[in-house]
């Protein structure tokens, strides 16, 4: 996995914040996200400190885990990594008065909602959400060039909000 890219998405692009903090509601290791992050904090050579969050479910506790982390890192300006398929986190970070946020979904969930029968208000709830979390974001990281593509013209996003991150799997290094 190349380093660079995490150089040019965290650093370059974002400021100069050394602190990127990882965010979803399952276990670290069920996203996507979790082959980037495992690499981040393997590597020894960067100087970012990395770190993991697990989300309740419940929207009280949301919003309480949400205020101490306000608290914590108000003047730090991290960057947040929300992790697929945590994609409602987006707009909870932004409420909160988070901007520096990456959306690492990978492909959009109303993607999934096209092939399962659920209702057409179902869909177009889910298709809003994707609309949202995406314009909300300052980062979306797809899986492909023409994941990239279908995004940009499904969403209405410009293609430089629009990163592209091929994962694998984790293995050791």
Request: aromatic share 16%; proline share 3%; with cysteine.
């Amino acid at each position: 996995m190349k380093l660079e890219y995490y150089d040019d998405i965290f650093r370059n692009t974002l400021g100069a914040s050394m602190k990127i903090i990882y965010v979803s509601y399952l276990k670290k290791d069920y996203s996507r996200s979790a082959v980037h992050f495992e690499c981040l904090q393997r590597n020894q050579n960067l100087d970012l400190i990395i770190e993991y969050v697990q989300f309740p479910k419940g929207i009280f506790s949301k919003i309480r885990l949400l205020s101490k982390m306000f608290h914590e890192y108000k003047n730090l300006n991290p960057i947040f990594l929300v992790m697929s398929p945590a994609s409602t986190l987006v707009i909870y970070l932004r409420l909160f008065g988070f901007r520096r946020i990456i959306f690492d979904g990978g492909w959009p969930l109303s993607d999934a909602a096209k092939i399962r029968e659920i209702s057409k208000i179902n869909k177009l709830f889910i298709w809003l959400i994707d609309f949202i979390t995406i314009h909300l974001a300052t980062y979306y990281i797809c899986e492909s060039n023409e994941q990239r593509n279908f995004v940009k013209k499904e969403f209405f996003v410009n293609l430089t909000k629009l990163k592209v991150n091929y994962t694998g799997f984790a293995e050791p290094l």
